[in-house]
């Protein structure tokens, strides 16, 4: 773990994601309610789009263009 730091009382092992708000917290509601979604319904071949819009009370188009825009948001790109 070369260059990386910890302050106070955190060490290398320590549980780093303290849930979701703090992770996703820069996300708007659609956004964080679809990765909870999809964190929490691990599937081998995938979601559904409409599955995952019924899930977050979302119609398919927006869920689809979140999950487009999904790694700018979470930095991937």
Do not use: C, W
Not at 9 to 15: E, G, K
Not at 35 to 55: K, M, P, W
Request: avoid cysteine; glycine fraction near 12%; aromatic fraction near 6%.
């Amino acid at each position: 773990m070369q260059g990386v730091t910890f302050g106070g009382s955190q060490s290398a092992y320590s549980h780093q994601n303290q849930g979701s708000g703090d992770q996703y917290s820069h996300m708007n509601d659609l956004e964080r309610s679809i990765i909870e979604f999809l964190r929490s319904h691990r599937v081998g071949d995938g979601v559904h789009v409409a599955a995952i819009g019924r899930a977050v009370k979302a119609d398919p188009p927006m869920v689809r263009s979140v999950l487009s825009l999904l790694p700018v948001v979470l930095g991937l790109n």
